[in-house]
């Protein structure tokens, strides 16, 4: 089955600067590729995902870049901001199967 | 307001107890999910139902029951024989079809005393 590997676990950085957050993927077949950011109690969000045709998605300050061959792709979130604080999953599936979850990556945000 | 609802937010057990986690969703998808978040952990799927009348096991599924006798619902019980209960179980739900967003319920906290 698909396996998901994340890094890094933890990751702090100052308000404004860039933070990118890196997940690798087992499963050549797989074929979309979700972000989710979940907040302390809450259930996860959907906040962009990319699917194997293309290679980069960008919404605003969150860009998703996949390389295929490599099998690893990445979330970029560009001019940070206190609000982005929260832990952030990438997730892997391929055609109608299950999603497969990344361990999570706490995003912290240092005024 | 469209969406998924799990009820109830927060439950606590005895141990050798049965309980039951609700979950309904207003989005008319057809495929229901339930995943297993332990503290600082990802997610793990308990079981997942494509269709009414239809469920397959997932990866943690021992110990977990569920039925889905109507579209828009999907309750898992958790059962005396799950050793390890306590956790924060997260129900979803898509369209059915490859590539799918799946889009998540608020939570419920289940703590065994």
């Known amino acids: 089955g698909e396996n998901v590997e994340q890094h890094p676990s933890t990751l702090s950085v100052q308000e404004g600067d860039s933070a990118v957050i890196k997940c690798t993927y087992s499963?050549?077949?797989?074929?979309?590729f979700p972000w989710y950011k979940q907040e302390l109690g809450k259930g996860p969000q959907l906040i962009i995902d990319i699917r194997s045709n293309v290679g980069e998605k960008k919404d605003q300050r969150i860009a998703v870049t996949l390389n295929k061959t490599a099998k690893h792709f990445s979330l970029h979130i560009t001019e940070t901001q206190p609000e982005d604080s929260a832990v952030y999953f990438c997730?892997?599936?391929?055609?109608?199967?299950?999603?497969?979850f990344g361990t999570g990556t706490r995003l912290t945000i240092i005024p | 307001d469209g969406g998924i609802t799990q009820s109830p937010k927060y439950l606590f057990r005895k141990e050798g107890q049965n309980v039951t986690l609700s979950c309904e969703q207003n989005?008319?998808?057809?495929?229901m999910y339930w995943y297993r978040q332990d503290p600082g952990q990802g997610l793990r799927l308990i079981y997942y139902?494509?269709?009414?009348?239809?469920?397959q096991k997932g990866d943690i599924a021992e110990g977990y029951s569920v039925s889905r006798e109507k579209k828009e619902s999907f309750p898992l019980t958790v059962t005396s024989a799950q050793k390890n209960p306590t956790a924060f179980y997260l129900c979803?739900?898509?369209?059915?079809?490859?590539?799918?967003?799946?889009?998540f319920g608020e939570g419920s906290w289940l703590t065994v005393v």
């Open positions: 997730a892997a599936r391929e055609g109608n199967e299950k999603l497969t």
């Open positions: 499963d050549s077949a797989s074929n979309y």
């Open positions: 139902s494509q269709i009414v009348n239809d469920f």
């Open positions: 989005l008319n998808h057809d495929a």
């Open positions: 979803a739900s898509s369209i059915s079809g490859p590539g799918n967003t799946i889009y």
